[in-house]
């Protein structure tokens, strides 16, 4: 693809997964515009970008507008251009604004659906692929305290539309739930996106965890694999490791990804990436819950590893319209994996091992995002709080497992702990 075709990708503020787009639209030769927020996440690589808009990204109408005028001023870009999301909370407003261009895109109530997990419930609802958790929505906590009756425990509590295992606890008893219901009501830290009050809480279903990425054009499944996931122990679910493809027999694999297949058309998801959570339980397929994005957590790099695809160069030819097989072809088929350091908490006196670590066979990459005398939280109750991860690819599970556990010994993280004394004296 060549630059003079004046073909341009608009990226609606990309920050976590989104951030990548920016450097693969610009080996793709295509023109970069990032539209995003008055002090709204900065690009890192902001030398690929040949444009910015600030725009009010949670506003549909007033960002095409000045998507429109932007037109008018450059006539020299094609409007034969496209759009994609650069994190959640711009996915319904990129497929909104592609629907008033003409451009590819999955349809907005589709999207709509995908964001907010009380529109993802009930969509849900009469699958004949997959099982739904019980849950029940609550606009208040004076309404949830009238219905506490009615509510089993263990139970989930979770905002509807935030992101990043944001809020969401596992609660035992009434006391906890209405804690936890008061904190959602009373959140005021939302990435800068206004919340929504409102909160779910559903049954806790317990099993193993995967999650499913798929890649669709013009309603044909075009990718799709699963990847086996590890979390915190409860009361939180955030995410320490993501291995892929999950070990699995390859039939029960197989009848997965049918299963999903099926279920995007279902969901009418016809267009792009789709990232579906589940936990396999008592026999059924239940969702956690599913976005019309690509996954966070570096899971794309671990595609790339562990298949030789690009997600991201997909995602950008689909949005302009054009066929994406190019990078979904699969050229290998090895074994990735991403870990998340969790430590015990305390301040950070030392950290060693790191450049040992990174000369095992099968290390990618490690990175370490605290450095000593910083502070490790005494519970991780979202991915924000996470410190560190490193990447590792392997031939079999059995070497992943190996060298996974050498880098977790290798890699030391000594605490600096107050003793009680300490405190007192302080």
């Known amino acids: 693809m060549s630059a003079n075709s004046s073909r341009a990708i608009f990226l609606l503020e990309p920050c976590f997964f989104g951030e990548k787009y920016i450097e693969f639209a610009a ?3 295509l023109i970069v515009i990032v539209i995003r927020r008055e002090g709204g996440p900065k690009v890192e690589k902001a030398h690929l970008v040949h444009f910015e808009i600030i725009s ?5 109408e007033s960002t095409y507008l000045k998507m429109e005028y932007f037109f008018s001023q450059h006539p020299d870009i094609s409007r034969n251009s496209g759009i994609v999301p650069g994190h959640d909370y711009a996915v319904p407003v990129a497929a909104i604004i592609s629907q008033k261009f003409g451009w590819n895109s999955i349809r907005p109530d589709v999207a709509h659906n995908a964001r907010s997990k009380e529109c993802m419930r009930n969509g849900l609802k009469g699958s004949q692929y997959v099982s739904n958790p019980d849950y029940h929505l609550y606009h208040s906590v004076s309404e949830l305290k009238e219905q506490l009756d009615q509510i089993q425990f263990p139970a989930i509590v979770k905002p509807v539309d935030m992101t990043s295992s944001m809020l969401v606890k596992c609660v035992q008893t009434s006391e906890q739930l209405i804690r936890q219901a008061e904190k959602i009501i009373q959140n005021e830290d939302n990435f800068g996106y206004p919340s929504n009050l409102s909160f779910l809480v559903e049954e806790y279903i317990r099993g193993q965890e995967y999650s499913f990425e798929a890649f669709m054009f013009k309603g044909a499944c075009k990718f799709a694999h699963i990847t086996e996931k590890m979390k915190t122990p409860l009361p939180y679910f955030v995410e320490l490791q993501h291995t892929l493809p999950a070990s699995m027999e390859s039939s029960k694999y197989t009848q997965l990804l049918n299963s999903f297949i099926n279920l995007m058309a279902e969901l009418g998801i016809t267009e792009g990436p789709c990232h579906l959570e589940f936990v ?6 239940y969702i956690i819950e599913y976005s019309t994005r690509l996954a966070g957590d570096r899971i794309t790099d671990l595609y790339s590893l562990s298949y030789g695809v690009n997600l991201h160069k997909a995602s950008i030819l689909s949005a ?3 066929r994406p097989d190019e990078y979904l072809h699969e050229t290998r088929n090895d074994i990735s994996r991403i870990r998340y350091f969790h430590q015990k908490s305390g301040k950070i006196k030392q950290i060693s091992g790191v450049e040992e670590a990174r000369r095992l066979p099968g290390v990618i990459e490690i990175v370490i995002e ?3 005398g910083d502070t ?5 109750t979202s991915s924000m709080d996470r410190y560190g991860f490193f990447v590792l690819k392997a031939d079999t599970y059995d070497e992943l497992e190996k060298v996974s556990h050498q880098v977790e010994d ?3 993280f000594v605490m600096e702990r107050e003793t ?3 405190k007192q004296k302080g």
């Open 376 to 380: 490790v939280p005494d519970e991780m």
């Open 56 to 60: 009010d990204i949670t506003d549909a």
């Open 280 to 285: 396999l339980s008592r026999g059924h397929i």
């Open 27 to 29: 080996e793709l030769e």
């Open 370 to 372: 605290k450095k000593e």
């Open 320 to 322: 302009l319209g054009e």
């Open 420 to 422: 009680t004394y300490e």
């Open 410 to 412: 290798t890699i030391q």
